[in-house]
């Protein structure tokens, strides 16, 4: 992560979410169990803010995301965005779907991993948020739906027609985008979009225990892993060969490798300072 920091202080309260820091993890939960976490234009704009602003501090080695009560999120806020978008003109809607695709964008581009806990629901835009986290740990009776198409919109929304097929397949992303049909947690395990499924109640507890995993690891190996993997999906294999030579060759100078090689050869458990 760059060592330079602008004029802007780190945000102190974030009105749409709870965020919460601790050992390198910060846990973001949407917070409107009433409306099973539906988000809304500031949860967005929140999401869109924090995950640009993260990134430059440069003491976050893990992202969690996570739902208060009892599911993920619901998606889109029927009244508050699905009515306020009918009476908005092309601009504005232009500007609101390109700042939920934005979301997409900067957990896929972060310079950490993100780790969605999944309990209950995961529909709509909190299935995609689901989808573009690097690991999704997923309750036995949560469900996904990416039902875009059955209030009238494409299923390629926020990313979600790039990355499904990339993850579970083409044949599975079109059935689950096109139709938008509900997808049970051991479906959704057997087709490859499921990281760890666990019994229910528990998928808090799993992500913060892979979370404090990560944020204990090589947070740099990390980083590149990441960056590598996002890159390398549209790359042919030349490239990606060169790539990963350059990145591999970059990480040979670091602090972490030579601390590998230390604690190898002192027979102790390296001290990884993700540099």
Same mark, same amino acid.
């Given at each position: 992560m760059?060592?330079?920091?602008?004029?802007?202080g780190?945000?102190?309260?974030?009105?749409?979410?709870?965020?919460?820091?601790?050992d390198?993890?910060?846990?973001?939960?949407?917070?409107?169990?009433?409306?099973?976490?539906?988000?809304?234009?500031?949860?967005?704009?929140?999401?869109?803010?924090?995950?640009?602003e993260?990134?430059?501090?440069?003491?976050?080695? #893990?992202?969690?995301?996570?739902?208060?009560?009892?599911?993920?999120?619901?998606?889109?806020?029927?009244?508050?965005?699905?009515?306020?978008?009918?009476?908005?003109?092309?601009?504005?809607?232009?500007?609101?779907?390109?700042?939920?695709?934005?979301?997409?964008?900067?957990?896929?581009?972060?310079?950490?991993? #993100?780790?969605?806990a999944?309990?209950g629901?995961?529909?709509?835009?909190?299935?995609?948020?689901?989808?573009?986290?690097?690991?999704?740990?997923?309750?036995?009776?949560?469900?996904?739906?990416?039902?875009?198409t059955?209030?009238?919109?494409?299923?390629?929304?926020?990313?979600?027609a790039?990355?499904?097929?990339?993850?579970?397949?083409?044949?599975?992303?079109?059935?689950?985008?096109?139709?938008?049909?509900?997808?049970?947690?051991?479906?959704?395990?057997?087709?490859?979009? #499921?990281?760890?499924? #666990?019994?229910?109640?528990?998928?808090?507890?799993?992500?913060?225990?892979?979370?404090?995993?990560?944020a204990?690891?090589?947070?740099?190996?990390?980083?590149?892993?990441?960056?590598?993997?996002?890159?390398?999906?549209?790359?042919?294999?030349?490239?990606?060969?060169?790539?990963?030579?350059?990145?591999?060759?970059?990480?040979?100078?670091?602090?972490?490798?030579?601390e590998?090689?230390?604690?190898?050869?002192?027979?102790?458990?390296?001290?990884?300072?993700?540099?």
């Open positions: 760059s060592p330079y920091r602008g004029s802007a780190r945000t102190e309260e974030w009105r749409h979410l709870r965020v919460e820091r601790a390198g993890v910060v846990t973001v939960t949407l917070d409107r169990p009433d409306k099973l976490n539906a988000l809304t234009f500031g949860a967005y704009a929140d999401l869109r803010d924090l995950l640009t993260l990134p430059h501090h440069g003491d976050t080695r #893990v992202l969690v995301l996570a739902g208060a009560g009892r599911g993920f999120c619901s998606g889109g806020d029927v009244d508050e965005i699905i009515g306020a978008t009918l009476a908005m003109g092309a601009g504005q809607l232009l500007d609101f779907t390109r700042m939920t695709g934005q979301v997409v964008r900067a957990i896929r581009e972060a310079p950490f991993p #993100v780790v969605a999944v309990h629901v995961a529909a709509g835009a909190g299935s995609v948020i689901a989808l573009a986290s690097d690991f999704r740990i997923v309750e036995r009776s949560a469900r996904f739906a990416f039902l875009f059955k209030v009238g919109l494409a299923g390629a929304d926020m990313g979600a790039y990355l499904l097929p990339r993850i579970v397949g083409l044949g599975h992303a079109t059935r689950l985008l096109m139709l938008g049909d509900t997808l049970p947690a051991a479906e959704a395990d057997r087709i490859g979009l #499921v990281s760890e499924l #666990v019994d229910d109640g528990q998928a808090d507890a799993s992500a913060a225990a892979l979370a404090k995993r990560l204990t690891g090589p947070a740099l190996a990390h980083a590149q892993t990441k960056a590598l993997l996002t890159a390398e999906l549209d790359m042919p294999l030349a490239a990606a060969v060169e790539m990963d030579a350059a990145t591999q060759a970059l990480l040979m100078t670091s602090e972490d490798y030579a590998f090689h230390a604690a190898f050869t002192g027979r102790r458990t390296p001290n990884w300072k993700g540099r």
